[in-house]
């Protein structure tokens, strides 16, 4: 691993479906992931490759419009986007089910309950960010996008290539590799407020290749517009001691 890079937590979300001892683990790995870096990979994660391919596909003929054809399918009449979004809505609704099962662990990594919130979570808000990232040259270096946190519960990222860069404990950025069939699970706003500042959400930002067109899909989920995001009452004042055996 280059010095530059993060050293990333990689979670198999398939042993949440195994024995109550290879679920116990996965979930303290999941706690320690999200109270030491705020993000992580998932692999076995259920979501099949060809779903994955036919998302990035729409994505790159989605930018591949002239400008005038992308406004059209830019408005917030999601059923505008005809064929576009016809072909996104099975990744949309897989992406769904899993960030369901991964909220649901991540609850129980702050020893709540494993349903805590999945009723709100489920009827939540749930938004696709889709993005291109052309290739940026020598002479003309381009920010992806700045430095920024995510206004969401946790964001279930898809990336074709990398270019996430997340910043460490000691201030300095970090390149996040690409693994080969993963998401990337980053820790946003609300769920550092539902953890009572347990879990911190990532400071991170997009950097574009110098070589090839980057896409990314970030999908965010919160809770719904009318809901207050509070810590968790059974959290109480114990903060960083919950969840530390």
């Not at 990398?162 to 690409?178: F, H, M, T």
Request: proline share 4%; hydrophobic share 35%.
């Amino acid at each position: 691993m280059m010095e530059n890079s993060a050293d990333v937590p990689i979670i198999d979300v398939s042993l949440l479906h195994q024995n109550p001892v290879s679920k116990s683990t996965l979930v303290k790995k999941i706690h320690e992931a999200c109270r030491t870096y705020g993000f992580f990979h998932v692999i076995n994660h259920g979501v099949g490759e060809s779903v994955v391919e036919e998302a990035l596909d729409v994505n790159r003929k989605f930018f591949e419009q002239p400008q005038e054809i992308k406004e059209e399918l830019s408005s917030d009449d999601v059923n505008n986007g005809g064929e576009i979004w016809e072909r996104m809505g099975l990744y949309a609704t897989e992406l769904r089910k899993l960030s369901i099962e991964l909220f649901g662990a991540i609850m129980e990594s702050l020893h709540l309950s494993e349903t805590h919130l999945t009723q709100n979570f489920e009827q939540g808000i749930q938004i696709l960010g889709i993005n291109s990232y052309s290739p940026c040259s020598r002479s003309n270096i381009t920010t992806g996008t700045p430095p920024h946190s995510d206004h969401s519960l946790i964001t279930v990222l898809l990336q074709s290539g990398p270019g996430l860069e997340v910043i460490d404990c000691g201030g300095s950025w970090k390149n996040v590799p690409r693994l080969k069939g993963s998401f990337q699970v980053l820790v946003g706003d609300h769920l550092e407020v539902l953890s009572n500042g347990l879990y911190k959400s990532v400071l991170h930002r997009a950097i574009p290749s110098c070589s090839d067109t980057r896409l990314s899909i970030a999908n965010l989920h919160s809770l719904g517009m009318d809901e207050l995001v509070e810590p968790a009452g059974e959290l109480g004042m114990k903060g960083d001691t919950r969840g530390a055996a």
